[in-house]
């Protein structure tokens, strides 16, 4: 296959181009397309030192690929990559801004697909676009030193639940991707307009609605930039909110799915919605706001818990953020606004879902990828079920408050893994989560062979799942200020934890296979999802007719998925699990969300 390589050389040169407030020595930058692996490579030197460089690149049809963003170096170089599919021949631009630069910078490369001939790149214009806003988006960082920081849990963190099978099989599932299209279409060269100085969102009179081929509706806003609040601003009118939702077919969930595609190229968004739009107790429709920052997932049910004066206008914005924590790769507030007014915002029974473009640096392991919630004291707490999602570019997470988010990068390792390496990823991949917990920060140990007890099974399981739920009823072996506490109280309430005829848990005594099984069946169902399994499918164990009754459904369920395995022809129902056991099977757990 004849491989060709397409390369642009942007050479602006203070003299030549006149740019006085750009650089005192000019920008010199090359740009790689290859035809062939469909790699686009930017080089360049004349950045501020320490300043975010924003890239573009646009498809033939002017359609936004990607936005990046990488940071210059001391001095003053950057570097970026982006992968394109490049299913469209034609001229893609490049264009490149930021880091101190006052104009954007366009380039163009040519792609031709292998084996045709290859039509000579545009002559490059210096003629600078309009600078856009620039996006933050994953910069490339160092990679982290694997010593887990030492930051000891003052709550016996909990790894429980076996998975017997000594050397299981840990590939995991894939994120699925959302139906609609997740990618904005905004205007590139998204010039903010000097009239509009803080006289509020512009209402787009008649946008387009086109329905997608899954039944979603796409809308797309076109904004303005305020520049006194330094953000894009657009606003979704009641009557073209209720004509999308009438175009919408319901999918397989029973849900209309709406996305708000919001121009522009921006650090910080505002949307200002319909109160009708989030405030449907039992509403089915989930509204998608999609923007360069990030895009973040409302249902209709939102704001049904708050109690709102007629007439309240509702907003929400995101704003991309400066990470202040070594470990944090990009950071993102996301806001509630009512009557222009910041505004708290929480709500257990109608979680949205946030997704922070991202794409791990070089040496960065995805599956490490965490999300921390950063309250405004400065306390850091993860959010365990942040995680990478491959087809998106972005780290996703679903939170039932709105706050400051970091997408984070803190990898574990242990000293005591060696004889257990079928469990290393596993246990590596939910530490650096926050899920579990070594034994030793100092040792850096995890004692993969320890059993695990009812309660930690519990917190573990809790965590794993990102369970909630109002409860304050617990079992009356319980109390108030044990770790565990308010993992078994949720548990309880979603019916997962059921405990004994005389109300108790036993919380310290080690969990058993079986019950393992059963709680966590429970829990998956909880969760919305469900384990079918075969009434023959304990048959190849030879003691499976130990197995109690209120275990066989979801032993056979646990099977049949390839969730648990037996070890030695039996399926030991009244053994206990290992830690190293348990962190594989809540792995597996893991990946199936």
């Given at each position: 296959m004849k491989k060709l390589t397409s390369m642009l050389i942007i050479a602006l040169v203070l003299s030549l181009s006149g740019f006085q407030h750009v650089f005192a020595e000019g920008l010199l930058a090359t740009v790689h397309l290859n035809n062939t692996t469909g790699l686009v490579s930017v080089t360049g030197q004349g950045a501020k030192p320490g300043s975010a460089v924003t890239f573009q690149v646009l498809s033939p049809e002017g359609k936004l690929d990607m936005i990046d963003q990488a940071t210059a170096d001391a001095d003053g170089e950057f570097t970026f990559q982006y992968k394109t599919v490049l299913s469209v021949e034609g001229t893609y631009t490049v264009k490149i801004g930021g880091g101190g630069i006052t104009e954007v910078v366009s380039q163009s490369v040519n792609y031709t697909k292998p084996g045709t001939e290859p039509t000579p790149s545009p002559t490059p214009s210096t003629t600078p676009s309009p600078t856009p806003s620039p996006t933050p988006s994953p910069t490339p960082s160092p990679t982290p030193s694997p010593t887990p920081s030492p930051t000891p849990s003052p709550t016996p963190s909990p790894t429980p639940s076996p998975t017997p099978s000594p050397t299981p099989s840990t590939t995991p599932s894939t994120t699925p991707s959302p139906t609609s299209d997740p990618t904005p279409d905004p205007t590139p060269d998204s010039t903010p307009d000097s009239t509009t100085s803080g006289s509020g969102p512009v209402l787009t009179p008649a946008p387009s609605s086109p329905v997608n081929t899954d039944g979603s509706v796409s809308v797309t806003l076109q904004g303005k930039f305020n520049e006194t609040a330094q953000r894009q601003e657009a606003a979704l009118s009641l009557t073209a909110l209720q004509d999308a939702l009438g175009k919408a077919v319901a999918g397989t969930d029973g849900l209309k799915k709406v996305t708000l595609k919001l121009d522009g190229t921006a650090g910080a968004y505002l949307v200002q919605l319909p109160v009708e739009a989030l405030r449907a107790a039992n509403g089915k429709h989930e509204l998608t706001l999609v923007s360069s920052a990030g895009e973040v997932t409302l249902p209709s049910s939102m704001l049904s818990t708050l109690e709102l004066k007629a007439g309240t206008t509702v907003a929400v914005s995101l704003t991309v953020g400066k990470p202040e924590h070594a470990a944090d790769k990009k950071v993102i507030d996301v806001s509630l606004l009512l009557d222009g007014k910041a505004a708290a915002w929480s709500n257990t029974g109608a979680p949205v879902q946030v997704a922070i473009p991202y794409q791990p640096a070089a040496g960065e392991d995805a599956e490490k990828l965490s999300v921390t919630y950063i309250a405004a004291s400065g306390e850091r707490t993860p959010v365990y079920n942040g995680r990478f999602d491959a087809k998106k570019g972005a780290v996703v997470f679903t939170t039932s408050h709105f706050s400051k988010y970091a997408v984070s990068y803190t990898p574990k390792t242990f000293s005591d893994l060696e004889n257990y390496t079928w469990s290393k990823q596993a246990v590596e991949v939910l530490a650096s989560k926050g899920i579990i917990n070594g034994t030793s920060d100092t040792l850096q140990t995890y004692d993969p062979d320890k059993s695990v007890?009812?309660?930690?099974?519990?917190?573990?399981?809790?965590?794993?799942?990102?369970?909630?739920?109002?409860?304050?009823?617990?079992?009356?072996?319980?109390?108030?200020?044990?770790?565990?506490?308010?993992?078994?109280?949720?548990?309880?309430?979603?019916?997962?934890?059921?405990?004994?005829?005389?109300?108790?848990?036993?919380?310290?005594?080690?969990?058993?296979?079986?019950?393992?099984?059963?709680?966590?069946?429970?829990?998956?169902?909880?969760?919305?999802?469900?384990?079918?399994?075969?009434?023959?499918?304990?048959?190849?164990?030879?003691?499976?007719?130990?197995?109690?009754?209120?275990?066989?459904?979801a032993a056979a369920a646990l099977v049949s998925a390839k969730l648990i395995d037996g070890y030695n022809g039996q399926i030991h129902p009244l053994g206990q699990a290992t830690r190293a056991e348990t962190a594989v099977f809540m792995y597996r757990i893991y990946m199936l969300q």
């Open positions: 007890t009812r309660a930690d099974y519990t917190v573990l399981l809790v965590k794993t799942l990102g369970l909630t739920a109002e409860a304050t009823d617990n079992f009356k072996d319980v109390a108030a200020g044990d770790y565990y506490a308010d993992a078994v109280a949720v548990a309880k309430k979603l019916g997962i934890a059921q405990g004994g005829e005389d109300g108790s848990f036993h919380p310290q005594a080690p969990v058993t296979r079986q019950d393992m099984m059963a709680l966590t069946v429970r829990a998956l169902k909880a969760t919305g999802y469900s384990l079918n399994g075969t009434a023959n499918a304990l048959d190849a164990f030879a003691d499976n007719a130990d197995v109690a009754a209120y275990a066989r459904d």
